[in-house]
């Protein structure tokens, strides 16, 4: 048994001890540095898209701090995985905020998870960026929510004005998974504008998602006579339908997709039967822009291999929210939403960017064309 002496001591040193742990997790940071969380699928189904994102992150964050930080302080990023599941981004996005006090967010890659994540960061006005979301509703209604990358609505615009401008093809066929958000609403995009350039829809075909035999499909597409075909899918489907369409006497020169195409599994898997086909994409390694070519240089240095666009667009949405944070008055989440929307030609590694009043990036789209089982930068047109 303790004494009344021992027992009071112990009972002291048990409250300071208290007190020295609920300040440390209170605090929740360094006075030196600032704080920004990221939710990114680090695992799960689309763990490449969340892996690929923080490498382009851990690089611009290393950039920033060897150049003295933001306003003289270090920038550190705190990670959560949420799994590829949309339930958890809400649960991650809501620790950062609550838990960590983070001044802003970066994340995520799938729409569908920005949208459950910027719910929580928009409820609880803390700034949030998205390197690679693309679905319109994201930002929308949504004051504290941005985005670096195109509108798949801007991209299904840009795909029907390269069709009809650059490659000058009139008869279109337009091939799309009817199930999926992504691709019906590309090809409707794509549909709209070609429509409005005078071009004509010859044939109109949705599949069902999940399908393996596009054969029929393909031999209905092959007999209306298409000059090209609009097919705005992802790369594991594409891959199929390249394979199934040289045995239907399909060319790969005769299609055009989407950024959902952008994968190294995409060359792996169709590299030749998809030669001279094309792309809107973020970003292409081999772009002609001076910061593109210096992004690709520390990359390549740090992890020896070449980027991705989704590499691109994480590196790029860290240096933009860097900078608003910068140009901020102060690092409060509301001075960095104000300067975020205030972004004016910012020179990121995949185009020149100005936030618009609905928190987009105007941006230039990339076309990309699949040349020697290779992806190779073609053009550029600017989104409208």
Known sequence: MLTRRLFTVALTTLAVTTIALSGAAGCGKKSDEIQVGA???????????????????ELAV?????????????????YEDDKSTTQEASQKVRQLIDRDKVVAILGEVASSRSLAGGLIANTSHVP????????VDVTQGREWVFRTCFTDDQQGKVAARFVRNELKKNKVGVFYAAQDTYSSGLAKSFRDELKKLGGE??????????????TTYLNELKAA??????????????VQIARQAKQAGIPGSMFVGGDGWDSANLIEGAGAELEGAYFT????????????KKFLAAFQGKYKHQPSSLSAQGYDATHLLFDAMGRATEVTPDAIRKALAETKDFQG????????????ANKPIVVVKIVNKKFTYFTQVMAQ
């Open 349 to 360: 590694a995949t185009g020149t960017m100005t936030m618009d009043k609905d928190r987009n």
């Open 225 to 238: 006579n298409p000059e090209i075909i609009f097919v705005p899918n992802y790369y594991n489907e594409m």
């Open 201 to 214: 829809i010859v044939i109109d075909k949705g599949y069902q998602k999940g399908e393996t035999n596009y």
């Open 128 to 135: 949030m960026v998205t390197p690679s979301s693309t679905a």
């Open 39 to 57: 939710f990114l699928s680090l695992s799960g189904s689309d763990s490449t898209f969340g892996t690929d994102t923080r490498d382009g992150i």
């Open 62 to 78: 290393e950039e920033v701090n060897a150049a003295g930080g933001v306003k003289g302080k270090k920038v550190k990023v705190l």
């Open 281 to 292: 994409n973020h970003y292409a390694p081999d772009g002609p822009s001076q910061n593109s």
